[in-house]
């Protein structure tokens, strides 16, 4: 079996729409992508990164963590994840969720503000 690693956000979001706003690709993105300006999302620009391929996210918003488990290769990552979100002892109820195959993200980052929380909680390797 091949390995490979994961980076992975949680976050709490005011929305489903707020969130869904935030990760998906901006439309505008393609018809203007010669400007150094232009982010492929809003989740790509609070990662300072103009454009990943988003074939290689997934995201979701859901009521808490332990609906994440139907996710892409849950049953590997969910208990790490698990582990690390008790380790931080975040602040806020989780209700969405961002994972991308690394190096897509050259320097991952938390990124908190008025509108939402989203923590970058590092790698976790798969098998596929």
Do not use: C
């Amino acid at each position: 079996m091949d390995r490979q690693i994961l980076d992975f956000w949680v976050g709490n979001f005011r929305t489903e729409e707020d969130f869904f706003q935030f990760v998906e690709e901006d439309e505008n993105y393609y018809i203007e992508e010669e400007s150094d300006d232009t982010y492929i999302s809003k989740f790509a620009e609070s990662q300072d990164t103009l454009w990943f391929d988003q074939d290689l996210m997934e995201y979701g918003f859901e009521q808490s963590v332990q609906h994440f488990s139907e996710y892409s290769f849950a049953e590997q990552w969910l208990p790490v994840l698990y582990n690390r979100i008790n380790e931080m002892n975040l602040k806020f109820d989780i209700n969405s969720l961002v994972f991308v195959s690394q190096g897509q993200i050259p320097q991952p980052k938390s990124v908190e503000n008025d509108e939402f929380s989203l923590v970058y909680l590092g790698g976790i390797e798969f098998e596929y």
